[in-house]
């Protein structure tokens, strides 16, 4: 290929790849002391390297370029084309990706190896110097075509729209969050661990189920009016009922939270809110 | 361009815009050449009104224009889309409730004495709205502070046949080895209430 | 329920949520005791697909469940209505993004290696702020390499119901077909290249 052709080829890749961009657009002075019948316009240069995305891409063009078949890539040619552009990328000093100056490399050394006598008996599978250059561009052709498909996929935003109605008069409804035993009986070792009160009370065993009785009474007394003890457990919870909620009522004493009414000894026993003449309705 | 061509694009503009349009902006998404006339536009509204029969949704003009909207009948139905999870309570409501549920009856300045701060109004209300507390009855000191305990609904969510079934304060301290006794379901919950009968027997 | 019942409120649902549902989630919408059956579900769906013929809209599923969404020739029309927002992504990009869906999990390094050049770290960060790929862990080499995989929003937005319906990616020829160049002889060439399998024809 003659560097006519190369620059032919080249323009044809950045028009082809960057329509938008004017090829032929020239600032200033032509650069008369490039390479003979090698000129293309350093922004035009620029725009071919901003057209490939990588030293792959640029190989798969210039095969595809000449309709060759990736496993029949005549390396010397496509090294020779290869590393001219390159060349002429360095005396425009344009950045270059050191990527491709690492291909140039790879391509050279394949060209070589290829070049020299092959050994009388190769064993190595690998033996043919293309062989690791073919499989990456395989690889990349594959994934490069991937890239299309995925892009021409019909997508929101561009080929489609989510769509949506209004909601009049939207409520929210509101779902309180779950509770472990665990994390409650966490919060009160922590609770106790920060009041310090943890000693005091390990000394006696909480009765829990006195606490609940006293809550249970507490609530009975809510209507202001007298209750006779015998009103504050059930017949079926037998000598422990009536030992509960007889502590219980002891305990609420001391809290001074009932008033006991007892009119004579051994009569019933009644209880009420302290202070209900005046507070009850 | 007739009323049959003017309707997807019309439908497809109102339900993908998100708010509604008027015919001005309707007209908008043509070009110069092949816009509809306002009377073409309101035709095709008129149009997709009438598909609307017997749907979930309908068409209707509000002040800025035309948009779709869920039809009243059927909001009521799909309104669980709107569920918001809570993600979990506060530290100071956590131990609130178990200071309750440990020292019932007691007071608010009781709970701050022992928490060493104070207890927001707000915590007190969703206690009481989860219906796991409730007050019973007041303190006879001045001021009458309201004495909370626990509630049925409280020893239900918690699978506890009775406060009994809460571990004592000895076991509290080491609950990590208390915990494949209780064998505590991992999201709590309703689930508590099958596994309560063995904790029993460990507790009681 | 019948379906004739059930068609408003699904389609009410899809259409107020602004986004796929699921049949689990529109099951959901329902009490235990009316709730229809994943059969009656689809069979809706179905109906409410037909319905749509010579609609703006049309009811597709992706991989998060069912939508509505404007039809492609349509969508053309009305695009006026989004005149920001982003349609075109750089070919870096994209096959970034290609050899993600295609080779999760892969690391940056993998992607480098493959497309030959470096890959930006905006091009990561793109990708991960539109939440089409994510971080699923790290290859256990020296510097712990984020792997990267594709997300449900990824399949969503390039209407996907799963990654079986990438297209297929193009077999790799085998190299024993590789020809000789100059006087170099084909036995035995080259042969072992092609035998590394390509694990990437059937993703799940």
Known sequence: MSTEEASATLAEAASARQAEIPFARVRGEPFLELPRDLYIPPDALEVILDAFEGPLDLLLYLIRRQNLDILDIPIAEITRQYIGYIEMMQELRLELAAEYLVMAAILAEIKSRLLLPRPPVSEDPEADPRAELVRRLQEYERFKKAAEDLDTLPRLDRDTALVSVEVPDRKVRVVPPEVPLRELLVAFREVLDRAELYVSHQVRREPLSVRQRMTDILDALGDGGFHEFGSLFRAGEGRLGVVVAFLAMLELAKAMLVEIVQEHTLGPIYLRAPGAKEHAA | ?204
């Open chain 2, 1 to 204: 361009m007739n009323i049959e061509t003017l309707k997807p694009i019309v439908e497809a503009a109102l339900l993908a815009s998100g708010q509604a349009l008027s015919l001005a902006q309707l007209g908008e998404l043509f070009d110069d050449a092949e816009r509809p006339t306002q009377t073409d536009l309101a035709n095709t509204i008129e149009a997709l009104k009438s598909d609307c029969a017997g749907r979930g949704v309908e068409l209707v003009e509000v002040a800025s224009g035309f948009r779709y909207q869920v039809r009243t009948e059927v909001h009521a139905r799909i309104s669980r889309l709107w569920t918001e999870r809570q993600t979990r309570y506060s530290r100071a409501l956590m131990e609130t409730l178990a200071l309750i549920a440990y020292r019932q009856p007691i007071t608010r300045g009781e709970i701050e004495a022992v928490r060493g701060v104070a207890v927001g109004t707000q915590i007190i209300r969703t206690l009481e709205e989860r219906e796991w507390i409730r007050a019973v009855g007041h303190r006879d000191v001045p001021g009458r502070p309201a004495l909370y305990g626990t509630t049925r609904a409280f020893l239900d969510y918690f699978g506890l046949r009775s406060l009994d079934e809460l571990p004592t304060l000895a076991q509290l301290r080491d609950l990590d080895a208390l915990e494949p006794e209780l064998a505590f379901p991992a999201d709590g919950a309703a689930v508590a209430a099958a596994a309560a009968p063995d904790a029993t027997e460990t507790l009681s």
